[in-house]
């Protein structure tokens, strides 16, 4: 797979685990059941008739568990992060579990640079928000990468 083909693949599977993690704080999806679906009916399948690209699956797979494995820890640094007065639960739920994807790339996925995390998810966020949001969003997983990677640079 070219880097350029794995970076698409990629995409795909984070904008999949946001919407898997959406799915299942709205319905209580257990995790096998909610992989699986996606595994056999949402990965790689048009959206609204929009061709979508072949996500890549240990990826996706990693992002969903680690994010609801960690999702104590995701969500006090997330929280943290948030200005005075502000909580998750106050969050709209699509920007939630935008910031826990990214919250837990950041924490787990030494792998990934820190830039391509940010930018990731804000393109995400930029499919579901106005630039209000995105920003949000951009501050957000910028101060918790300075938390969790302070040697790495954006």
């Excluded at 999806?29 to 890549?56: K, N, S, Y």
């Excluded at 969050?91 to 826990?100: E, F, G, N, P, V």
Aim: hydrophobic share 45%; aromatic share 6%; with cysteine.
């Amino acid at each position: 797979m070219s880097n350029k083909s794995k970076s698409v693949a990629r995409s795909a599977a984070r904008l999949a685990a946001v919407q898997a993690l959406y799915q299942r704080e709205m319905e209580k999806t257990p995790l096998p059941m909610l992989l699986d679906e996606f595994h056999q009916h949402r990965l790689g399948r048009p959206i609204e008739e929009e061709p979508i690209e072949q996500a890549e699956l240990a990826f996706f797979d990693d992002v969903v568990k680690g994010a609801l494995a960690r999702a104590e820890e995701i969500d006090t640094l997330v929280e943290s992060k948030l200005a005075s007065g502000w909580s998750l639960t106050r969050l709209d739920r699509t920007m939630k579990q935008i910031l826990r994807c990214g919250t837990y790339e950041l924490l787990a996925r030494h792998d990934v640079p820190v830039g391509t995390v940010i930018s990731e998810y804000l393109d995400i966020a930029h499919a579901f928000f106005d630039a209000r949001e995105t920003k949000f969003a951009n501050g957000v997983l910028d101060a918790v990468a300075k938390a969790v990677r302070p040697s790495a640079s954006r």
